[in-house]
């Protein structure tokens, strides 16, 4: 197994880390569109999971802009994470390396999620919060659907 196989599970663990229910919303999009991951993913192929997911991912983009929002850091914050990644890690991992995507996606979202907080900290502090959250958003929201988009891919294209 090499380390490429797993990338779009580190990659998926990096969008977890800012925004942890945005790599759900994006695996039941491609869902919606009938895009088949190599890991099982049997939850987000039942309506009330998938549609669950991406209003999750939706309300999460809206929270987020609250002045109460609390940092991704503390425990319930860093737990939506850690299950977020591991499932979508698992999900895009290679088919019989589930365990070892999800372990990925797990070790690279919760040390970015200090990270991506630290960097978002300082945006706040230069161009407000609703604003440093829309780009982050942007970014995020980007990057999770180019990792699924990639990650599943029809490989005889």
Not at 5 to 23: K, N
Not at 56 to 80: H, I, Q, S
């Amino acid at each position: 197994m090499s380390i490429r196989s797993l990338l779009s599970s580190a990659l998926i663990g990096a969008v977890a880390s800012a925004r942890s229910m945005t790599p759900m919303a994006t695996l039941a999009a491609a869902r919606l569109a009938h895009r088949k991951t190599s890991g099982e993913l049997f939850l987000l192929d039942r309506p009330l999971f998938k549609y669950g997911a991406l209003a999750m991912g939706a309300g999460e983009l809206f929270g987020d802009k609250m002045k109460t929002a609390p940092d991704r850091t503390v425990f319930l914050g860093l737990t939506a994470r850690v299950a977020s990644a591991g499932i979508a890690g698992s999900a895009l991992a290679p088919k019989g390396k589930e365990a070892a995507g999800a372990a990925v996606a797990v070790a690279t979202a919760v040390p970015l999620a200090y990270l991506t907080l630290a960097a978002r900290k300082r945006a706040m502090a230069s161009i407000g919060q609703t604003r440093s959250g829309l780009i982050e958003d942007a970014l995020i929201v980007a990057a999770g659907i180019a990792v699924v988009a990639w990650a599943t891919r029809s490989k005889s294209n």
